[in-house]
């Protein structure tokens, strides 16, 4: 992508959105609702033309591919199949207009588990099960490259794992993997790198250990009988001390052993200490703070409506 915009009207979804999905990596691609994920991806693919930038694919647009399944994978709406079709004939019908033959047909329904099921009509089908079928379909012509938006979605625990490890060996075969999902925990365990958007601009692109360092907070949690007394000695040594609802001390600007010894130097007994990172979510929703267009009361805040 390289200076990408993209406007509805009076909507910019894009705003000159720029980087480069590299191949060897999961790439996972986040974004709250409304930053222009789906977007980038439907003008990566073709299906929205872009008001200004390019979106390439291996140095060309998708319209120039003259057999796009096989240099293209996607997944964009696991739903978007003929209920009244089975599942291998979906994948056939998919196959012969590109090329493709049965035996592949065949191949990809027993790596996405759907073989025992594969002449089940898709009406059937749970969403997990879809999100399988649209996997299967985006591997059917065996592309370098593979956009997918919110594979996991709907696939049960074990699912999720096999999604997981799909993609990171896919990765490690040479191709390029971009993954959308708002599942901050799997995208910890599954990506190895990062690109965030927030109404349509880019925020971070950069490994996904790069980004927690950078923008992670980290603190010491410290729990004392005399927590009250140890805060005021924290805060005179220069730390930065909030008192937590179960009455931890977060302490900021000081470092666990620091926390320690200058207990003991007050025979301040400790019941707990240890130092807290961030996790990713926390970075997340840190970074992506002034790009949320919907937001929600808190959970304390239900009530009627008038």
């Excluded at 872009?50 to 591919?65: F, I, K």
């Excluded at 003259?66 to 009244?84: C, I, K, M, T």
């Excluded at 089975?86 to 790596?111: C, F, P, W, Y």
Aim: aromatic share 4%; glycine share 12%; proline share 4%.
């Amino acid at each position: 992508m390289r200076e990408l915009t993209k406007n509805f009207g009076p909507v910019t979804a894009l705003d000159r959105l720029s980087f480069v999905v590299q191949p060897g990596r999961v790439t996972g691609f986040l974004g709250p609702n409304g930053a222009g994920k789906t977007t980038t991806m439907r003008v990566v693919l073709g299906l929205e033309g872009p008001t200004a930038g390019s979106a390439l694919v291996g140095g060309r647009r998708y319209q120039e591919l003259v057999w796009p399944l096989h240099e293209v994978g996607s997944l964009l709406d696991a739903n978007a199949v003929h209920p009244g079709r089975a599942a291998r004939d979906h994948l056939l019908s998919v196959a012969q207009a590109n090329g493709i033959t049965k035996r592949r047909v065949e191949e990809v329904m027993e790596l996405t588990g759907l073989s025992t099921v594969a002449n089940r009509r898709l009406r059937t089908y749970s969403l997990g099960m879809k999100q399988r079928l649209g996997i299967a379909t985006a591997l059917l012509g065996d592309p370098a490259v593979l956009v997918l938006d919110e594979p996991v979605n709907g696939l049960d625990p074990e699912g999720v794992v096999w999604a997981r490890e799909l993609f990171k060996a896919l990765a490690a075969q040479g191709r390029t993997v971009l993954v959308s999902s708002h599942l901050m925990g799997e995208m910890a365990l599954c990506a190895d790198h990062l690109v965030i958007v927030g109404r349509g601009r880019l925020l971070a692109d950069m490994p996904i250990e790069s980004f927690v360092q950078a923008n992670a907070r980290s603190d010491v949690v410290v729990r004392a009988p005399r927590a009250a007394e140890l805060a005021e000695l924290l805060r005179g040594r220069g730390a930065s001390v909030e008192r937590e609802a179960d009455g931890a001390l977060a302490v900021t600007g000081m470092g666990s052993p620091e926390v320690g010894e200058l207990a003991a130097e007050h025979g301040i007994a400790l019941h707990e200490l240890f130092a807290r990172h961030a996790s990713l979510e926390q970075a997340y929703l840190d970074i992506t703070a002034d790009s949320v267009e919907y937001r929600a009361g808190g959970a304390g805040q239900s009530g009627r409506a008038a």
